[in-house]
């Protein structure tokens, strides 16, 4: 086989390496929303992408590769609202509205990945580091929302716990999910919780 001949197979070999390795990524995240990460096995993984548990070795020889990979494919297709946007709005109400009604939207469309993934968060210690950028990206759009209340001191400290209230994924969840509320009053309820934190 001459040089081309050479290149040519390896770059088959490995255009089909990388599809095997997203079809168990696939596989897992497809399970991940619906078993959830606890219940979910590398014998269901190997399954679900018609591969051997061994393929599934190969590719993620630990948990830890296998949620990174995971976390990243599910974040691509469904990133998080954009707290830069939200900066530009300069009433803090105004803000908090549409960062609410963003965020909830969000919920709305994977809350089936979510309230599965909170719920083993404990339980699956390799899913652990890959809650940081998500706590992460909590914590900036808090810091966004409170920006520009007139508030200090105490009353500052509630009107933050109040906003990191009404972010939080189980809030949303007790609301629209398990209260029935449509997304537009969980959010006025939501928003009408922050400013009353002002007066608190």
């Known amino acids: 086989m001459n040089d081309m001949g050479r290149k040519y197979e390896l770059r088959k070999r490995a255009e089909a390496m990388d599809e095997t390795r997203q079809r168990i990524t696939e596989a897992a995240v497809e399970l991940h929303g619906t078993v959830g990460p606890a219940r979910t096995t590398v014998s269901a993984v190997a399954e679900r992408a018609g591969v051997q548990r ?8 630990t948990e830890d590769e296998l949620f ?10 469904n990133p998080w609202p954009d707290p830069g946007e939200w900066q530009a709005i300069e009433d803090p109400r105004e ?5 609410l009604d963003e965020l909830y939207r969000y919920y709305d469309r994977t ?21 940081a950028p998500f706590d992460g990206y909590m914590a900036e759009a808090a810091g966004v929302l409170a920006a520009g209340w007139p508030v200090r001191g105490s009353r500052r400290r509630v009107l ?11 809030s949303w969840q007790s609301l629209v ?10 959010v006025r309820l939501m928003a009408a919780l922050v400013e009353s934190a002002c007066e608190a």
């Open 111 to 131: 809350a089936y990945m979510w309230s599965r993934a909170i719920r083993d968060r404990d339980l699956v210690a390799a899913m652990e580091p890959h809650f």
């Open 160 to 170: 933050v716990a109040a906003i990191r209230h009404a972010l939080n994924f189980a």
């Open 68 to 77: 990174a990979a995971c976390s990243r494919h599910f974040v691509r297709a």
């Open 177 to 186: 999910a398990g209260g029935d509320l449509s997304r537009d009053r969980a």
């Open 54 to 61: 061994h393929t599934v070795y190969r590719h993620f020889p």
């Open 95 to 99: 803000r908090l509205d549409r960062a």
